[in-house]
């Protein structure tokens, strides 16, 4: 694939801010169409913003994207800017006085002493720089004050990985922000990349705030409910390359976007696709610490 990236999908624009001093990030997915959207968070310490738009029975149809910021609960305030810049593009849901924006968000724990917090200006900027252009990954977004492996006692550096794949005539994506309390190991070979188990005999650390985000877009048609389903199926990309996942520091969650029109999917294809969301959310894993 010439993008292997989550902005493969159509009608999806990504994009960063970084700061400067690489210890803290936002990264934002766009929908200006609008999609289709659903959630899952499997983790017990999540951070959030909006959530509720991402229940079938939520009177908003679509949201225009998805926001993932370090900072603890201060980064939530990252989803002001990328408000703010759709809504300058009339992007949004329409009332009788404005487009109102909706945008769910998400955030890790990269908190430390004197360490800096995304904020609004954080977000309109990874808004306005967004595109349907490879997404960059590595040490940048919402995962450049990352670390994985708290468990062992040692962290290492995290990340934000992004990958595409195909099913039949459409494309699955996510990019994912690893902040995990737990080691990684790659689920196709069985190494460790960070990490190991042998924690497990070991007496753990009291605390770590950690928290793995991911966002898995498509161009398959899904409805509401068929969202939430691969978003609870994309979930299992953490547990197949996290030791352990979903653990009482972590809030680990998942948005789920289809930018897809057109009738639903049958039982076979939304297999299908939600097995390929499970596999690109754990390969992004790996590579965002690789």
């Not at 001093?21 to 959030?48: D, M, N, Q, R």
């Not at 703010?84 to 945008?103: D, H, I, M, Y």
């Not at 990684?184 to 190494?191: F, I, W, Y």
């Not at 653990?247 to 297999?271: K, W």
Request: aromatic share 6%; glycine share 14%; proline share 8%.
């Amino acid at each position: 694939m010439k993008n292997p990236t989550l902005t493969a999908v159509p009608g999806v624009r990504a994009g960063h801010w970084t700061h400067p001093g690489g210890e803290t990030g936002v990264t934002v997915a766009l929908f200006l169409e609008g999609a289709i959207a659903g959630g899952f968070v499997p983790g017990h310490a999540p951070g959030s913003r909006e959530l509720g738009l991402l229940d079938p029975t939520h009177l908003a149809g679509r949201v225009h994207g998805f926001c993932f910021a370090g900072g603890s609960a201060f980064g939530l305030a990252a989803a002001d800017g990328v408000m703010a810049w759709l809504a300058e593009q009339g992007v949004g849901f329409p009332t009788s006085v404005a487009p109102v924006p909706l945008v769910p968000a998400a955030i890790l724990f990269d908190l430390k002493e004197g360490r800096p917090r995304p904020d609004r200006d954080a977000g309109y900027t990874a808004a306005a720089g967004a595109s349907d252009a490879p997404l960059p990954t590595g040490r940048v977004g919402a995962g450049a004050g990352a670390t994985v492996a708290s468990v062992t006692g040692v962290p290492r550096p995290g990340g934000l990985g992004s990958v595409s794949a195909p099913v039949g005539a459409w494309t699955v994506g996510a990019a994912v922000a690893v902040n995990a309390f737990g080691a990684v190991r790659d689920p196709d070979t069985g190494a460790w990349v960070a990490g190991d188990d042998t924690w497990e005999a070991a007496v753990l650390p009291a605390f770590h705030g950690n928290t793995t985000l991911a966002m898995v877009a498509t161009d398959a048609p899904l409805d509401r409910a068929q969202a939430n389903v691969v978003a609870r199926m994309a979930a299992a990309g953490f547990a197949r390359t996290l030791y352990p996942a979903y653990a009482p520091f972590d809030g680990d969650t998942v948005f789920v976007a289809s930018t897809g029109r057109g009738e639903p999917l049958d039982p076979i294809m939304l297999s299908l696709v939600g097995h390929a969301a499970a596999r690109c959310v754990a390969r992004a894993i790996v590579e965002a610490v690789q």
